[in-house]
């Protein structure tokens, strides 16, 4: 089993309430290694004011709906349809049919707008971390975590080109871990 993306049905303008609970429930329930990240889609958009003075306002990017990163196992998608505030997950037929995930490229427009990636850079990346390039023209190819600019998303990686070790800077959402 591994662990992706779902899209999770809220009621509007609770979405900040629901993440809090399903990751109480989560802790509580002992569910950490199941639910991991719990994400409320949101961009930041700057706003100027009469006075000219410039205010920032986030913005929900999808009212009505939280992205949940979690490995799909009965009891996991059991505490995440019954949090209160939940109203059910996209992608599901309903009559007990699990849901779909988000494909890879559907997540990774998602988070990128936000500045994230679907590494979770404080516990899975840090330098030393073998990786996969998945896009761009260094695809397929495999190195490993020379620096992280977590600010910007970006990575120098080592990848080993014509028998040489040359960094290339990529970013974030186009790696995933090398097992």
Known sequence: MEKLWYVVNTYSGHESKVKEKLEARAESMGFQDYIFRVIVPETTE???LKDGIKKE????MFPGYILVE???TDEAWYIVRNTPGVTGFIGSSGKG?????LLPQEIDKVLANMGLTRLDTDKELEVGTKVKVIEGPFNGMIGVVDSIDKENARLNVLIDLF?????????????????
């Open 46 to 48: 700057v706003e100027t």
């Open 97 to 101: 049919a699990k849901p779909t995930p």
């Open 163 to 179: 028998g040489q070790e040359t960094p290339v800077e990529v970013e974030m959402f186009q790696v995933t871990i090398e097992e």
């Open 57 to 60: 306002k986030k913005k929900k």
């Open 70 to 72: 979690m490995i799909m």
